[in-house]
């Protein structure tokens, strides 16, 4: 056997399939998993260029893969004010009043519904006086607040009309513009007038965030952006460098051009790199409950969620029905449980394609679709953490306010869907959440931030096990790709790809956030060590 090009020795190698309980070492050879077994063996196909990390009884699992991030725009956001630490309006004045303008604006992101505390989001509640243009998104990244002066500059009167079902302008009873823009075609009114932001730094901030998960173990993100650009600056970090392995889903929005369909089944069957390649499709079915855009079977406490995105569903139904015929697989976001079952009914009457289809975030769903969804074999793809963040266990923040009881209870079933056997994919959907695994694997086995043991778990019933937790990082968000070729286990002849922890995943979720990575490894090379 030739000898290996790295090995890891002297640990607990967790490979996600077959007999883990003599595995202690792995050696690879270029980028695939070369063996699996005693320190001994794998010692013995060692030679002298081969590169040896010694775990010292640290923990090897597959790589951790998140299912759900906007790696791009994340990137180009993080280049403005970060306002996600803001708890309340004093807060985001401080840190508007001490922001200093690029290029003549302010940008910001971040920014948390509850700052509000109930009322509508509105510009003048925070401030009156700033005469620079601001925009800043909120965390959902579904909605926007802009200032008098940057609706001024984009000519924006409320009384705009989009194609998107659920975008509008928010204007309040007299009329008038709040600031709140709900949904990308409205937030595009006022970006669209900003200045391009630098390229440059964005490409570098772009590295800076993919080290930075490599650091926290990830070897890969599935990417729901569709910027313009997006391709290009993850095409210039590919390359033996590149470290992450990146997986993008074009958008289909119900204005893009005809051949939108035909153009992205071409991409996603002909356009890879070394380590990305497009994966599928992305649609919204819906946009999100605290910007009153998810599409509920009744509406929210403030009448709001009533439309989907797609003003005529069947459109979407029939997009979705094309993608399937060129074999492209979708991941649709839906949020509300009229979207989730809309968008179930449509992938079930595609069962038998033999083409893997998702749906995305799921944050209440009716009973009767959590069946359907295990029967007709859809992947769901869930944040946990957006549960355990943005939700408050006095059910005071803005989205418990909207839902109710009844969908309260109903809120983000990963539990029931894994009881059904289905497929549950976990991520981030950072920079809505953070993109630490440990931190999202913990907060889902506990319902609640792992990080604060006094509060009150959220529908503790769907708390789930250490190991359907780490399954939803590495089996679990493979076969959400529709990936076949050993991605999501060490098996041999299968990618090299691992994270490394110091300590067990499978101990206490508490102290899981706390565990340090000795090191990532991607396609057979260290992107990460200790």
């Excluded at 998107?164 to 007038?193: C, F, M």
């Excluded at 650009?229 to 590919?238: K, P, Q, S, Y």
């Excluded at 957006?386 to 923040?397: F, P, S, V």
């Excluded at 981030?428 to 889902?444: G, I, K, L, N």
Aim: with cysteine; proline share 5%.
């Amino acid at each position: 056997m030739a000898d290996a090009t790295l090995a890891l020795i002297n640990g607990h190698i967790l490979p996600q399939v077959g007999d883990t309980r003599s595995a202690e070492a792995v050696a690879v050879r270029g980028d695939r998993v070369l063996a699996v077994g005693t320190t001994a063996d794998i010692l013995e196909i060692a030679g002298s260029a081969t590169r040896v990390v010694d775990l010292a009884g640290g923990t090897v699992t597959p790589g951790w893969v998140d299912a759900h991030t906007h790696v791009v725009q994340g990137a180009l956001m993080s280049l403005g004010v970060d306002f996600s630490r803001c708890e309340n309006l004093d807060d985001v004045r401080r840190v508007l009043y001490a922001a200093e303008p690029t290029d003549g604006w302010i940008r910001g992101w971040g920014l948390n519904h509850n700052v509000f505390g109930g009322q509508a989001p509105s510009f003048d509640a925070i401030s009156e006086s700033v005469t620079t243009p601001v925009l800043i998104r909120f965390y959902d990244a579904h909605s926007s607040l802009a200032n008098r002066t940057a609706l001024d500059l984009a000519g924006v009167t409320g009384r705009e009309t989009f194609v998107h079902g659920v975008a509008r302008v928010a204007v309040d009873d007299g009329g008038n513009t709040t600031g709140h823009l709900i949904e990308e075609a409205a937030i595009h009114l006022v970006e669209s007038v900003m200045p391009a932001q630098n390229a440059g730094a964005a490409q570098s901030l772009l590295r800076s965030v993919t080290e930075e998960m490599a650091s926290v173990g990830l070897t890969g993100v599935h990417v729901m952006d569709d910027l313009p650009g997006t391709v290009e600056m993850i095409r210039a970090l590919d390359g033996d460098d590149a470290g992450l392995r990146f997986w993008v889903y074009g958008w289909v929005q119900p204005d893009h051009p005809a051949d939108r369909v035909e153009k992205l089944a071409e991409l996603v069957h002909g356009t890879a790199g070394q380590r990305w390649r497009y994966a599928g499709a992305k649609l919204f079915m819906d946009g999100t409950v605290e910007g009153g855009t998810a599409w509920l079977c009744h509406p929210d406490l403030y009448g709001e969620g009533t439309r989907p995105s797609w003003t005529e569903p069947e459109r979407y139904a029939a997009v979705v029905r094309e993608l399937d015929s060129r074999r492209v697989p979708t991941a649709t976001h839906a949020i509300g449980d009229a979207a989730v079952h809309h968008s179930v009914q449509t992938l079930a009457a595609l069962v038998g394609s033999g083409v893997g289809h998702r749906l995305e975030h799921l944050e209440t769903v009716c009973p009767e679709d959590l069946a359907t969804i295990a029967t007709a074999g859809i992947a769901a793809s869930m944040q946990p953490t957006h549960c355990t963040r943005y939700t408050r266990a006095d059910e005071a923040d803005d989205w418990s306010r909207r839902m109710g009881r009844d969908r309260i209870d109903r809120g983000w079933p990963v539990a029931e869907l894994l009881d059904l056997g289905v497929t549950v994919a976990l991520g981030s959907d950072w920079p809505v959440a953070h993109f630490d695994p440990r931190v999202v694997m913990a907060d889902a086995r506990l319902r609640r931030p792992a990080d604060r043991p006094d509060d009150t778990p959220r529908q503790p019933r769907q708390a789930i096990s250490a190991q359907q937790a780490l399954d939803g990082y590495t089996t679990h968000v493979a076969a959400a790709a529709g990936l076949t070729d050993g991605t999501g286990t060490i098996v041999v002849g299968g990618p090299a790809d691992f994270t490394a922890v110091d300590g067990d995943v499978m101990g206490p979720a508490e102290k899981l956030p706390e565990l340090p990575i000795i090191a990532t490894i991607v396609g057979g090379q260290v992107v990460y060590e200790r």
